[in-house]
């Protein structure tokens, strides 16, 4: 696999408080984990996985309008093996997806990012100008 290719991820839909999901294969080792997820509500969640792997945000934007929250998290795995990741956040219904890249990533595993507040076809976060070459996309739309 090239740096950066998609291994395996996966979409949940009204999953229950605390959300945990589980990546359907092993995750590998210096590997990056994505946890996107939204809800009805503007707190700020915990979240962990089953590895004990560190989260960082990489984005949050919350629609006031619509009183809606979109949130971007990363991690890199710790070892090849079974993961969970659980998020743990007020709020009525959300959506979850996580996903799993290759790495590796620990030195640089977020490079720019972008939202924006949009609808209809045509939505659009706007662009983003990548500061490094044969990097790969993840865009998350809830």
Known sequence: ?????????????????PWTVAFT??????????????RATNSTPTVTDSQGNTYAL?????????DYRLDV???????SAAC??????????AEFTRAEFTGPFASSRLDVVNSAIGS???????????TDSGVRGVGYHG
């Not at 294969?25 to 939204?38: C, E, P, R, S, T």
């Not at 990489?58 to 619509?66: E, P």
């Open 120 to 130: 209809g076809v045509n939505a659009s976060s706007g662009n983003v100008t990548p």
């Open 58 to 66: 990489a984005r949050s934007h919350y629609d006031v309008g619509n």
């Open 84 to 93: 969970s990741i659980t998020v743990t956040a007020a709020g009525g219904s």
């Open 73 to 79: 998290w990363t991690a890199i795995a710790g070892s």
């Open 1 to 17: 696999m090239a740096f950066g290719d998609f291994v395996q991820g996966g979409f949940t839909d009204n999953p229950a408080s």
């Open 25 to 38: 294969g092993n995750v590998v080792a210096g590997n990056l984990l994505v946890a996107a997820f939204g």
